[in-house]
């Protein structure tokens, strides 16, 4: 038997997309970058664990905003290069902005716009 991450197709650094997404809603809440470690402990935990490419290291979502994502799938692409994590969202908010989804802004005549609101100020997340 093959060990699961044997078959991921993992980039030059290593890593792999992973797009979480609301299990309910199926609303697209963020995208993030796991290394074969941070896969591991997500499929072992079922608690979303992601490669911080900017602090290089692992980082468990939720660790510091209390905004932890339990995950109940996870599923690989036909190119075994992107997975999505279907997830419950605890404590509504996945964006560092303190909104409920990263993709908050939608193009329109040529213009980003912002149509989700901030649920909470991310000075009273993140101290």
């Not at 792999?16 to 591991?40: C, F, H, T, Y």
């Not at 560092?96 to 908050?104: A, I, N, P, Q, V």
């Amino acid at each position: 038997m093959t060990d699961f991450l044997d078959d991921i197709a993992w980039n030059e650094d290593g890593l792999l997309p992973a797009v979480a997404q609301d299990a309910k809603s199926g609303r697209i809440l963020m995208v993030a970058w796991m290394n074969r470690e941070a896969l591991s402990l997500t499929a072992k935990e079922q608690r979303a664990v992601y490669w911080s490419r900017s602090r290089q290291k692992l980082w468990r979502k939720g660790e510091e905003s209390g905004h932890v994502q339990t995950v109940s799938e996870i599923r690989l692409d036909c190119d075994g290069d992107v997975i999505v994590l279907q997830i419950e969202q605890l404590g509504g908010i996945a964006c560092h902005t303190g909104r409920e989804s990263c993709f908050y802004r939608v193009l329109k005549d040529g213009q980003w716009h912002t149509v989700d609101p901030v649920l909470k100020d991310p000075g009273e997340i993140y101290s």
